[in-house]
């Protein structure tokens, strides 16, 4: 795939790398898919120009510059403020373009691991673990400027975030259904309801063992008994919408739950002075935080 990289051509003129490594593929007998690859690896030149057209310039250009993420990484030549010499931002920015725009599902951590794994017999700078560590928050530091360059809220962006950009695509899904969200009614209040019991779950996470299982024989009030069975019933629709990436009928449908989870503020005293009974109804909150986590971090929004 580099191979153009020693001839007089590319030698001559740099910008034909890529291009003129296609035509040589296809000069040597290459199938059309590997020269046209060949010649889309380097996509996308920036912010603004095309991805790879093909499947597999576009895998074959994600790989290309995971490798060399990974390589720069391991050996600590990390972009610091301004100074970026080795363009790993754009490198980064290509990727995270590529697979929102090819709609290219893939888990960037995974991604990281195997870059790295490609690499043998290297005396690294750095600790591998750690390397793969900033390079996976770099890619979120990136990720985080390309969605706000877009012009989506800065706190939409970070509710969205937080959640997990592991899947930059899915993300991109549900940053925009949440942009919607949150420009139609009852957003406001499902916001103050849905970060009451996030704010509730993370301090008592801290000294409890929480499972998020509902022990429902445990609960009393009607509030609590109502909004378990409402819980109860919305799972299967959640899981259902989750796994085909309906991100727009999953805000919908904890727009559906508010009512119960007002109620439930409104007719229960979640830390009352019985501890199994203050437990079962933490764990009731949990079982909803858990669900709310996979698609925002409400406590990341303002109203």
Request: aromatic residues 8%.
């Amino acid at each position: 795939a580099k191979a153009d990289l020693v001839s007089e051509m590319v030698g001559e003129f740099a910008d034909l790398q890529g291009l003129m490594g296609g035509i040589y593929a296809r000069r040597k007998g290459f199938a059309e898919a590997v020269a046209q690859a060949v010649s889309e690896q380097y996509l996308p030149l920036g912010p603004d120009s095309p991805v790879p057209a093909s499947i597999c310039g576009a895998l074959l250009a994600v790989a290309d510059k995971a490798d060399t993420l990974a390589g720069c990484f391991g050996l600590d030549m990390i972009p610091t403020g301004a100074a970026d010499p080795y363009a790993l931002r754009r490198q980064t920015l290509g990727i995270v373009r590529i697979l929102v725009e090819r709609g290219l599902r893939l888990d960037l951590a995974q991604l990281i691991d195997w870059a790295f794994a490609q690499y043998q017999g290297v005396n690294w700078k750095l600790d591998p673990a750690e390397a793969k560590a900033k390079l996976l928050e770099f890619f979120g530091s990136r990720i985080k400027a390309w969605h706000l360059g877009r012009g989506v809220r800065p706190q939409v962006v970070e509710a969205a975030i937080a959640a997990g950009f592991g899947d930059v695509w899915a993300l991109d899904a549900r940053m925009e259904a949440l942009a919607r969200f949150s420009e139609g009614p009852g957003f406001d209040q499902a916001v103050l309801a849905f970060k009451r019991a996030a704010n509730i779950i993370r301090k008592q996470a801290a000294e409890l063992e929480l499972t998020g299982v509902v022990d429902r024989a445990r609960l009393v009030e009607p509030a609590e008994l109502a909004l378990a069975d409402t819980l109860a019933a919305a799972g299967s629709r959640f899981d259902a919408l989750w796994a085909a990436n309906d991100y727009d009928a999953l805000f919908g449908l904890l727009g559906e739950l508010r009512p119960a989870v007002d109620a439930f503020f409104d007719g229960v005293m979640v830390m009352c002075e019985d501890p199994d009974l203050k437990l079962a109804r933490l764990n009731l909150l949990k079982s909803l935080v858990d669900r709310l986590g996979l698609l925002a971090d409400f406590s990341a929004l303002q109203v």
